[in-house]
Structures are given as C-alpha cells and as structure tokens.
Nanobody
Framework: QAQLVESGGGLVQPGGSLRLSCVASGSIFSIFNFYRMGWYRQTPGKQRELVADITSGGSTTYTDSVKGRFTISRDNAKKTVYLQMNSLKVEDTAVYYC????????WGQGTQVTVSS
C-alpha cells in the first residue's frame, strides 16, 4: 500500500519562503526512482491542480503561476520530493499534496500553506 506524508507547511508573510517535503513509502514506491512525481495544490471549492513535477531523470515542469519562484527536487535514496517556494503570494495559499504524476495513488493528508500579512 502506498503512503505519502507531506510536511513543511505553515503561515508565512507575502514574499516569504517555505520548503515542503514529501516522503513516499509502501511497496508501490519500491521503484520510487522510476516515477515522475508531482506537487499539487487545492483550495476550497476548486479542483486540485498540478503545480510542479519532476521526472526520474530530474527534468522539471512548472505551472505558469509559480515559474521562477518554486523549485521541485527529489532525493531518490530517501524517497522524498521537495518543493522550495520563494516569493510566496497570497494566491499560493492552499493545501499542498505530492503524488505520482499521471496515475496517482492514495493521497496523503497534505500540508497547509497560508500566505497572509
């Protein structure tokens, strides 16, 4: 069974930074290094959106609204995906989740990011 545990969220002022972490476990992630992984976010009443993803080879893709501000990375030995978020804006407020890109597995609890002055 797959498990994803996100952490690192919190309350930050506009312009601030946060670093999110996501640890993957379970048999399906025994080949974690082969998976393209993504960070997603969701706000109340809206669909979950893909924010950034990273391939097994380390190539990255970002949604336009976070380009130049967010950086996704991974540590395959630790089965962990990171999201460094800089120059945060109020509109980045959301619950952030990680999962496989494409066919997702069970969602974790997410981590709340609140950007407010």
């Amino acid at each position: 069974q797959a498990q994803l545990v996100e952490s690192g969220g919190g309350l930050v002022q506009p312009g601030g930074s946060l670093r999110l972490s996501c640890v993957a476990s379970g048999s399906i992630f025994s080949i974690f290094n082969f998976y393209r992984m993504g960070w997603y976010r969701q706000t109340p009443g809206k669909q979950r959106e893909l924010v950034a993803d990273i391939t097994s080879g380390g190539s990255t893709t970002y949604t336009d609204s976070v380009k130049g501000r967010f950086t996704i990375s991974r540590d395959n030995a630790k089965k962990t995906v990171y999201l460094q978020m800089n120059s945060l804006k109020v509109e980045d407020t959301a619950v952030y989740y990680c999962n496989r890109w494409g066919p997702t597995v069970n969602w974790g609890q997410g981590t709340q990011v609140t950007v407010s002055s």
